[in-house]
């Protein structure tokens, strides 16, 4: 395995001989990717960049004063564990507000129109409008927007000089306030990070992009890979906490088919983590989340797609049938996905005002199926068959048809809202029919006559199944961080979203919702059909999903955090975020 250097490991509290005036560029070269990828700013001198900043604000000393000499860590030297307590320059006794000040100035110093500060109209067009919902708006002290892994790595040098807490924000699709953003400091958005490359068996895609951009570039080519299920979502928040895909039943989670990661580190080096190189980062980052390093470039395997997808969705607007579509949907989970791996359905119940019509009760199915290339007459096959002839006029009304892949993400993302108060959350359990059941009517009972007339409320219940097929595939593929290996029979992922528009109305809809998770897994313990699993891209602030991966995958997260983030900077520098529990600050 092609892992760092002692000389590297050295380095990773954020200091190194480029620290001072950078000396030469250095390469780390994996022979599984194409090329080395070249780290190091020789024409830049962070010292006098840092002396200028701080000049500018007035605190002359915080950070220059403490710079080791520009020979720290040059190659030939010895670096011990003990030399890490030396480079610990500063315990924040500026308080928050003096470090990104400082670790702002510096950035528009070097950067000057890629960082924006308060006030400024790119400051304006970068900071909030990045994010889905508005119960996650924030003010940074400034937004840094790079174009390239290079403005990166070296933005990651000076703020782990000035200690600045930071965060980093790819599609925003989080409803969590300060997941993705931070009241203090500098926020990073990777929206500048573009391009798709395809390349044989695999493609190139930097994690500024969006599902829907990728998906179109790979239906050129008549290709298929893992990835968001919504055009609209962020390509790396998805994969680094798992990623269900309309693939997943066969080819397991997004993660899982993953070829390589592009990750800066804390100190700035560049590194890549795939099977052969950095092996343990790579599996951490299949479901550990932001907690390692700055994704800039995930390499996704590609799939054939020569005649395209049999998929889209159905609307049933007829409440009598809900009995019969929760007997449907059980029966596709414990036995069609198992039988025709290549289906996927999303089956949602939807509490929503229809203009002109009024509040309606729906069914809302999307349902999916991969083409083989043998298939002479395409449709729904016999596994999503039943659902689809649910209701005569539902068929006859639904957007099934067939279609290049991408165009499936794009319909489903075409209803996708930004700018409301969000909420999303999720608990798992084993397919159960009645059990399906009962959990609709807790939600439906609790959150509809409480909230249903507020303005624009509108409130969804899906179910989404997770086979023992989708977790073999992730076990094939060198395993994953989301702890599933152990599983025996199909579960259920429930997934809660809600949105509205007051602020004044967060409070009681939050609290409608955390009765309805009570209850919804205190009835699944009592049937001992609970799952400890939170998906953690639908999971709640407080619930922990990296703990409910279980002690072996948690142990496995925490090595690799402590080799490749020492300093824990993203642990304790982002203030947001899914941690990694028992790493403490």
Sequence with gaps: MVRLSTIALGLLCGLSNVLGVVADTATLTDPAIDGPVAVGFPTVNITAILAEAENELGVNGTITDNLPDENYGAPGTTITARDLEKLQLRKRTFGRQVCGAIACVSLKLLFPSKTATAGSNNYNQWNNPSFWSATTYMTPTCVFRPTSVEDISLAMKIIMLTQSDFNVVGGGH???????????????ILSGLTGINIKSGYAEVATGERWGKFFTELDKYKLMALGGRMSTVGVPGLILGGGISYLTNQLGFAADQVKNFQVVLA???????NANANADLFRALKGGSSNFGIVTRIDLYTWPCPKGVYSGQLYFSDTRDYPKMFDAVYKYHTSGALTDVQTHL???????????????????????????????????????????????????????????????????????????RQDMRDFSVYADNQ?????????????????????????TIAFQPITTTAVAAGIARGGNSLGLEGNTKTMAIINLTHQWVSAADDASIIASLDEVLTKSIALAKSRGLYHPYFYLNYARKQDNPIGSYGTASVNRLKAASKFYDPCRAFQCQVPGGFKIPGLSC
Excluded: C
């Design 174 to 188: 989080s409803a969590i306030k300060g997941w993705a953003n931070t009241e203090e400091g500098v926020l990073i």
């Design 267 to 273: 100190n700035g080096w560049v590194v890549n983590a």
């Design 346 to 420: 999303i089956s949602a119940f939807v509490y929503a005002p229809i203009p002109g019509v009024g509040p309606m009760h729906m069914g809302a199915f999307t349902a999916f199926r991969n083409i083989s290339a043998s298939e002479t007459n395409p449709g729904p096959g016999p596994a999503l068959q039943e659902i689809v002839d649910l209701n005569p006029n539902t068929k006859a009304g639904s957007t099934l048809q067939v279609r290049p892949y991408g165009t499936q993400a794009i319909e489903l993302g075409a209803g996708d809202v930004s700018g409301l």
């Design 435 to 459: 059990l399906y059941k009962d959990l609709f009517q807790i939600w439906n009972t609790t959150m509809i006559p409480k909230h249903g007339n507020k303005v624009g409320f509108m409130g």
